[in-house]
C-alpha cells in the first residue's frame, strides 16, 4: 500500500483527492490537513510516516506549500513531496523544486496521471506535468533572465519590503515610472505577482536575501 497525506486549503478538493485515492486498490489516504503547519503536524502524530504527501502550494493564510515542502524533506526519512496546484509560474515551479518537491503537477490533471504520479513518487521518481517540464526546459535554455540596472535595484527594494510610494521617493521617480518597471520586470521574470517576483530574483542570484 502506498500511504498518502492530502494537504490542500478547499475541503471540497481534499475529498474529491481522498475518494480518487481510496478508489484505487494500492493507494490509502493516511490523513489530511489543511495548511503546511497542519500537515506537520499530522505527520508528527502518524504511528507510520506516509509514502507521498500531495501537497497545494497557496493555502489561503497558513504556511504555503513551498515552506511546509522544506520543512517536510527536511526531516529524517522523509515522504516524498508531490506538488498538486493551479500555479505554473517560473518562481512557483523553480521555489517548489529547489525546496525538495519530488514533482509537480496541475490541478487540471486528469485523476490516472494523479494516480500515476503518486505511485511514481513513492518510487523516488520525479515526476513533472508536460506543461511544467516545458516551462522549465525553457528557462533553462533561455539562461538567467537579464534585467536592467534600475530593474534589479527596484526589486532589491521590493525584498526590503517597500511599497510602490517608498520606492520612488527613494528613487527620485513617479509611482507610475515604478509601477512600468514593475510590469517589465515582472514579464521578463515569468510572473504575476511581487512575492513570485521576489522568489524568482532571488532563486536566480539577481538580487540578495534582504
Known sequence: MIRVLLVDDHPVVRRGLR???EDLPELEAVGEAADGAEALRVLEALDARPDVVLMDLQMGT???GVEATRRITALPDP???LILTTYSTDADILSAVEAGATGYLLKDAPPEEVAAAVRAASRGETV????VAARLLGRVRAGRPTLSP???QILQLLASGLANRQISKQLFISEATVKTHLVHIYDKLGVDSRTSAIAAGLSSGLIRPA
Request: charged share 10%.
Open 150 to 152: 534600475r530593474e534589479t
Open 128 to 131: 513533472l506535468a508536460p506543461p
Open 62 to 64: 497558513g504556511m504555503h
Open 79 to 81: 515522504p516524498a513531496v
Open 19 to 21: 475518494a480518487m485515492v
